[in-house]
């Protein structure tokens, strides 16, 4: 097995890319979750030696991808941060309550990946989130 055709895809790169095409094969949010009218992601990130990357929001509406994986902000790590169990924990409990009102959920997760991987002095990534989710069920009108 020969893997010399891309000599300068790094790792990083390669899970990049790898993230992309499982966001294209992702179902709409629409069918994945057709309960939901909207789900707000907030991840609100921290490092621990230093200063803390911007918090970024996502909203999903149903056209959106069903996908919820997150590089992690550092841009020498290769990490992510994968939020689909949160999600679907969060939808399981929106979808077994009768009334229709929004649900949140809260997690903190750490960062798994390796920052500076190609080089002798790589360590682990300090980075953390803290993230929120928020779904609005569908209105039933
Ligand atoms: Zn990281």
């Avoid at 920052?115 to 682990?124: D, F, H, K, T």
Wanted: a positive charge; aromatic letters at 4%.
């Amino acid at each position: 097995m020969k893997l010399q055709s891309r000599k300068s895809a790094s790792v990083s790169e390669l899970k990049r890319n790898q993230r992309h095409t499982d966001r294209d094969r992702a179902p709409p949010m629409r069918s994945a979750f057709p309960q939901l009218e909207q789900l707000r992601i907030e991840l609100d990130f921290a490092d621990r030696t230093g200063r803390a990357p911007s918090p970024q929001m996502h909203i999903l509406f149903p056209p959106a991808r069903a996908f919820f994986r997150f590089a992690c902000p550092c841009s020498e790590c290769d990490g992510e941060f994968d939020l689909s169990l949160a999600v679907s924990a969060l939808v399981n409990s929106a979808t077994s309550s009768k009334r229709s009102s929004n649900r949140t959920v809260s997690d903190n997760l750490v960062c798994e990946g390796v920052r500076l991987r190609n080089q002798a002095n790589s360590r682990p990534c300090p980075i953390a989130v803290k993230i929120r989710l928020d779904a609005s069920p569908e209105k039933s009108a």
